[in-house]
């Protein structure tokens, strides 16, 4: 029950401020409109068929990457004035909190994918086989609870926000840029293809693709699933451990 | 059974990497007192009741919060008590009465319970028209008092208030204190507060301690510490027990992020 409310608490923050909605749909938007028309011309002469195809799954995996690093982080200030002090004096075990945030916070990135994906029918995606679309949203969960354990993990050390911005530019950038959201790994130099292997959103958005946009996958379905759910599970315990070291 | 002494501190210590926060206190409050822990900036003050309220280990020393301890017996103490932090700690984006509710769940109130004491409260409050309105649309006082009625929703033995009517106008501290001594009398609520309001506790204590440095400097109703110093006021026997100089504390992360809080805040 505990779990459930804490989960549904982060739904309905979601839920209600639409601005904030509409807002964090802004740079996908801009991603998808800017670089996916700029570019279709460059990359289907290269040889790389549709960029659009390309590219939409990367933006819905950067949707899904942002919010969810940003629901974890939100713990630094729910530390000092927020809800979050009042959980820590009740007698309910941190484990259990940070679950239900963790799984809160998940699905409300999952849910920012999904609306980047239908915008995206609109810009020009065409999913091929729409009954893998189920395991497109596997991946997509993946990738958010994987993200939003690491924001868990991290917001539980930091006391600051300025620590905050370093994150951001020195992790969850790099994260994001070398992955093959935006260009594809087949056949880029092999500097970035090794170090996209150890990116575990490689892997989620090599899955998305695949099932979204019915392209060739880099790693393997398989693969990318074992791969992704190990993290995933790494992530929860370390995030959950982190959590329950919480002082405030 | 009642416990006559509600919170029983002996011998206790607090040491950080550096330097000790808290000394060596020891203190009792008894079952029913309003008590006043008061103390200039950095005496020890937030540390004693981050320990008392299971959030600190304390170095060494004695704590029993209604005959438990707050180490090991650590679910037992937080359902005896109920707090209310000098920050807000609602949730903005929910109703009152989801902030209510989310308590009860957090304390395992069953959900009929849950919901004729959330009623009671609420009403009690003078909240009940608003219960649906989010919080960020609630005024200052009416946070507070929101937060009050939520710590008390699990009936705890002892009420802790972390500077509860800072930044608040008389009449709304007023309300407040009426409220709060009413509980006191009727639910027999032990109320342990901190305040920089020294004429808040000398109308509203029924005992005190003052805190400086990490140690106890006096103890006892406020007419035995304005005995003891000579002075007439409060704030006198206070400024005399803890000395004229002004405490100035480095601004750590809380500061900064209430600062910037301020700066976002449309009130």
């Known amino acids: 029950m505990v779990i459930y409310i804490l989960w549904l608490r982060q739904i309905k923050r979601y839920l209600r401020s639409k601005a904030r909605i509409v807002g964090s749909l802004g740079q996908p938007i801009l991603f998808l409109v800017a670089l996916g028309y700029g570019f279709g011309p460059v990359f289907a002469k290269a040889g790389g068929g549709n960029y659009i195809q390309f590219l939409a799954p990367g933006i819905i995996a950067m949707g899904i990457l942002f919010t969810s690093v940003f629901s974890g982080i939100e713990i630094i200030w729910d530390k000092q004035f927020g809800f979050l002090k009042e959980t820590l004096v009740a007698p309910v075990s941190r484990f259990e909190i940070m679950i239900g945030r963790t799984l809160g916070g998940a699905t409300v990135a999952l849910m920012q994918g999904v609306l980047i994906f239908i915008i995206s029918l609109f810009i020009g995606l065409h999913v091929p086989a729409f009954h893998l679309v189920l395991l497109a949203l596997l991946f997509g969960l993946l990738i958010a609870l994987l993200f939003t354990a690491l924001g868990t993990a991290i917001a539980s050390i930091l006391d600051d926000m300025q620590g905050f911005q370093l994150i951001i530019n020195f992790l969850v950038m790099p994260l994001f840029f070398l992955s093959g959201a935006l260009f594809p790994l087949n056949g880029a130099p092999s500097v970035l293809t090794d170090i996209a292997k150890f990116n575990p959103l490689s892997y989620g958005i090599d899955g998305i693709r695949t099932t979204l946009s019915g392209q060739v996958s880099n790693f393997g379905l398989s693969t990318d699933l074992i791969v992704l759910t190990v993290i995933v599970i790494i992530f929860l315990a370390l995030g959950s451990y982190l959590f329950s070291k919480i002082q405030i | ?267």
Not at chain 2, 135 to 160: D, N, Q, T
Not at chain 2, 221 to 232: I, M, R, V
């Open chain 2, 1 to 267: 059974m009642e416990i006559e002494q509600i919170i029983e501190v002996k011998n206790l210590t607090k040491k950080f990497k550096d330097f000790t926060a808290v000394n060596n206190i020891t203190f009792n409050v008894k079952h029913g007192e309003v008590f006043a822990f008061l103390g200039p900036n950095g005496a020890g003050k937030t540390t004693t009741i981050k320990m008392l309220t299971t959030l600190l280990h304390p170095t060494s020393g004695y704590i029993r919060i209604n005959g438990k301890d707050p180490v090991s017996q650590q679910n037992d103490v937080r359902n005896s008590f109920g707090i209310c932090f000098q920050d807000q700690s609602l949730d903005d984006e929910l109703t009152a009465r989801e902030n209510m509710d989310l308590h009860g769940v957090l304390y395992g109130i069953p959900r009929a319970t849950r919901r004729t004491r959330i009623e009671q409260l609420l009403k009690l409050l003078e909240l009940w028209e608003r219960r649906n309105d989010q919080v960020k649309k609630y005024s200052g006082g009416m946070k507070r008092r929101l937060e009050i009625g939520r710590a008390l929703l699990h009936h705890p033995k002892v009420l802790f208030l972390d500077e509860p009517t800072q930044g608040l106008d008389p009449q709304t501290r007023n309300h407040i204190w009426t409220y709060i001594k009413d509980l006191n009398k009727e639910e027999g609520v032990t109320v342990f507060f901190t305040t920089h309001y020294m004429e808040e506790a000398d109308r509203n204590a029924t005992l005190m301690a003052v805190i400086d440095n990490g140690k106890i400097v006096a103890q006892g109703t406020a007419e035995e510490l304005k005995a003891k110093t000579g002075k007439t006021l409060l704030e006198d026997a206070f400024i005399d027990l803890t000395g004229h100089g002004i405490r100035d504390e480095e601004a750590g992360a809380a500061d900064h992020m209430r600062m910037r809080g301020r700066l976002w805040r449309r009130r």
